[in-house]
Every structure is written in structure tokens, then in C-alpha cells.
């Protein structure tokens, strides 16, 4: 394990992450998925960010081959397909009805998300190489 591109990878990851989905959730898609107030914890969204960063730069350093843009973009897309269904099925298991429409606009966010930082790890993950 080459815990340089772990590292390095992990913690890119998770502050993109964090970025884009603040950029997304928090100013492009707020009247979509609406806050209450003062039930955001940012200490607990960058912790769970930097989670999903090192997933994906374990992930990528486990795998030779992603350490491009396009390799990265493609690894992003399949983690994050199949990380944000099983995210969404779970969080909608208790409620007596689907809102369809909102798990659609969340895993196409989330898709977009994952891509781009598939991308970002896989290029800093080929620098570290």
C-alpha cells in the first residue's frame, strides 16, 4: 500500500468533497433539499466528507490503473452510483411514501459529485506516482 497517494489522494478527496457538495447542496439545490434550522453540524459533514475522500483514495492506490482523469472519472461514477442508491434506499426505508423525484435530483447530484472527485483523486493520485 503506498500510503503517500492514500494520504495525499484521502485528503484532496474528502475537501473536494466537502466543497462540492456545499457548492451543490448548500447553494445550487438549498430550496430542494431544505435545512432546519440550526440541525447542520459542519464538524460532522467535513468528518463524513473526509471519509468518503479516503474510500475513494484507498480505493484508487488499491487500483494501478486509476491515476488519471478519465479512469477516475469513470471510478467516481460506479462508487458514487452505488453508494448514493444504497444511501437513498435506506434513508427512505421507514417513510410510508417515496419521494421519488428528490432520490433522483440527490443521486444525479451525487453522481456529478463523485465524477468530479474521481477525477481530482485519480490526477493527484498519477502526480503522486
Given at each position: 500500500?503506498?500510503?503517500k497517494r492514500l494520504l495525499?489522494?484521502?485528503?484532496?478527496?474528502?475537501?473536494?468533497?466537502?466543497?462540492?457538495?456545499?457548492?451543490?447542496?448548500?447553494?445550487?439545490?438549498?430550496?430542494?433539499?431544505?435545512?432546519?434550522?440550526?440541525?447542520?453540524?459542519?464538524?460532522?459533514?467535513?468528518?463524513?466528507?473526509?471519509?468518503?475522500?479516503?474510500?475513494?483514495?484507498?480505493?484508487?492506490?488499491?487500483?494501478?490503473?486509476?491515476?488519471?482523469?478519465?479512469?477516475?472519472?469513470?471510478?467516481?461514477?460506479?462508487?458514487?452510483?452505488?453508494?448514493?442508491?444504497?444511501?437513498?434506499?435506506?434513508?427512505?426505508?421507514?417513510?410510508p411514501t417515496l419521494d421519488?423525484?428528490?432520490?433522483?435530483?440527490?443521486?444525479?447530484?451525487?453522481?456529478?459529485?463523485?465524477?468530479?472527485?474521481?477525477?481530482?483523486?485519480?490526477?493527484?493520485?498519477?502526480?503522486?506516482?
Open positions: 500500500m503506498n500510503l495525499g489522494g484521502g485528503i484532496v478527496g474528502g475537501i473536494s468533497f466537502f466543497l462540492l457538495g456545499w457548492i451543490t447542496y448548500g447553494i445550487l439545490l438549498k430550496d430542494y433539499f431544505p435545512q432546519q434550522e440550526g440541525t447542520e453540524n459542519l464538524t460532522f459533514i467535513f468528518l463524513g466528507s473526509m471519509c468518503y475522500g479516503f474510500l475513494f483514495g484507498w480505493i484508487f492506490q488499491l487500483n494501478e490503473g486509476i491515476g488519471r482523469c478519465v479512469s477516475g472519472i469513470k471510478a467516481g461514477f460506479g462508487i458514487g452510483l452505488f453508494t448514493t442508491l444504497y444511501f437513498n434506499f435506506f434513508q427512505n426505508m421507514n417513510k421519488f423525484q428528490m432520490m433522483v435530483i440527490d443521486t444525479l447530484t451525487m453522481l456529478i459529485i463523485s465524477a468530479l472527485m474521481g477525477a481530482i483523486v485519480a490526477v493527484v493520485n498519477g502526480k503522486l506516482s
